[in-house]
């Protein structure tokens, strides 16, 4: 068989271990297994361990379980909800504030944990109810809240920015810079169609059922802004060289954990044991898949796959636009079967080369690829804040979710075009801040 053969065998398998439920770690493993079983026979047994291994061998890895356990201090704990109280006070005099509180939060609380589903999650179950209850429709509501989510894996510091990092090589810290301006930027497209849907709906300043003092807005400021500054302080040491992605994300966890127990006296162990729990089974669940693709990408290269399929790729007679066409395509697919990490330790090393020999730079595809991935966390059949939104709001039929959030994928695809004509939203202030990229 020819390696492209081979590769597309390899993706057949794949999609029918996916579609019986497979775990993703489990099925990249045994794909990659069986192929090198009878490529090589059983003498490839002897590397699988050492290159399972390297997957996970690198420090940068460590910056992933602390982010993940800093968004769950403040998603299990009282914080979220000052959050999202806090925008609400200060947003509730607009038309259509509440909805655009929650994005406001969306947007906030995705820097603090880095992940989409702890962001619908956290965010919906405050924010789902209170708009149902003072009269938003149910597609405003719940559409609002999935697309809010997909911010989590754009605006930094973004897990999926790491997992990029980490797959191809390239600087996590330039990746953040690369990812924040777009990530303001889709943030408030997202407002500008919340706010015509809600005058679409006739939501008007007669709609608001509470008034808060100056006093009221400020007295919560005092139990949010320091979270907020744990963001800035990561970002600062970050990008002003004092300290890597593991140590500023070690030290962000702590204080955060520091601060649950200063700000909202939480002495007891109970909350604190779900906090790590959690974090522990999204942290090792990450892991695993990394690892299993490291082998599946060493599959992939023992059977000459990759190689031939960037040839083919690279052969193609076509404008770079259009090659750049064809790629967005191929990642909205795979976005709609898979989930962000999986799509990008999968594809990233096969396209970079590709995408880099082409002109592009490898900074603004990876938030044209992440994009594309927030694409297919409110499409399905995967969808996964599609799910999560059912589950917080299970009287709201996936249909009523799905059309409240097609209008923000097409607010996603303006985003993309946007960036398309011009790169230097995405390149223009890592390049200020960190000069240019070698």
Known sequence: MSPLEIGLLILVVLIVLFAIGMPIAFALGAVSIGTLLLIDGFRSLDILGETFFSGLNSFTLVSIPMFILMGAAVSNSPAGKDLYEALDRWLNRVPGGLVLSNLGACSIFSALS???????????????????????????SAGSIAAGGTLGILIPPSITMIVYGIATETSIGRLFLAGLVPGMMLTAIFMAWTLFSCWRSGLTLSDVTQHYSLKQKLEILPRVLPFLAIVAGILFVL?????????????????????????????????????????????????????????????????????????????????????????????????????????????????????????FDPYWFAVILTINMEIGLITPPVGLNLYVINSIAPDISLGTILRGSLPYVMCMILAIVILCIFPSIVTFLPELVMGAAL
């Open 114 to 140: 880095g992940s989409s589903p702890a962001t619908c999650a956290a965010i919906g179950k405050m924010g789902i109810p209170e708009m149902r209850k003072r009269g938003y429709p149910d597609e405003i």
């Open 239 to 359: 990008y002003g060289g004092v300290a890597t992605p593991s140590e500023a994300a070690g030290v962000g966890a702590l204080f955060c954990l520091v601060l649950v127990v200063v700000v909202y006296r939480m002495f007891s162990a109970r909350p604190f044991f779900s906090m790590f729990k959690d974090s522990t089974r999204e942290s090792v669940m990450i892991m695993m898949i990394i690892a299993a693709s490291e082998l599946f990408a060493f599959t992939l290269s023992s059977t000459f796959v990759t190689q031939s399929m960037a040839n083919w790729i690279s052969d193609l007679e076509v404008n770079r636009w259009v090659l750049m066409g064809i790629i967005n395509v191929f990642l909205l697919i795979a976005g709609f079967f898979l989930p962000p990490v999986a799509v990008i330790l999968m594809t990233a090393p096969i396209l970079l080369p590709i995408i880099t020999s082409a002109g």
